[in-house]
């Protein structure tokens, strides 16, 4: 067959395939391969989807959580600051969720000692469009300090 016959029909769809390529890229920050971008308190998931998403409480942390007491070490060389939020999960087994944003602390050479509260956090450094995040369940009865690394 003629090389010229097979390009055509890929000529045809390489609009098709870009938009589809375009699409999926936009949507990157709510699959699995990155972590959703982080939003403020105020907003919803509706601010940057067409509809609301769904959201699960858990039982149990997902699989990979820092576990530390009050005291958590950041390293984030290529940041300025990171982003401390609450996790609200989009999907049941934890594995995705949308980091909400509580408060901003800055890095000193890419590193913070951060003091928080008992619970789940997520710390995040948000790069716009996606979010590089590090969940970290605090329990003030334990002596150990996580070192998270984004």
Known sequence: MPRAALSSPIRALAPALALSLAAATAL???SGASQHQVIDANEACATCHSEEKPSYERAEDPAGTAQSGTQVRVKV?????????????TSEDGARFVPV??????LSGGEAALELDDGLWALCVDDGDAARAQLVRVDS???????VEL
Request: proline share 7%; aromatic share 4%; net charge negative.
């Open 141 to 147: 009865a334990s002596d150990a300090v996580a070192v």
């Open 77 to 89: 060389p290529d940041a300025a600051a990171v982003v401390v939020a609450e996790p609200l999960f």
């Open 101 to 106: 944003q509580v408060r901003t602390a800055s």
């Open 28 to 30: 990157a920050g709510c």
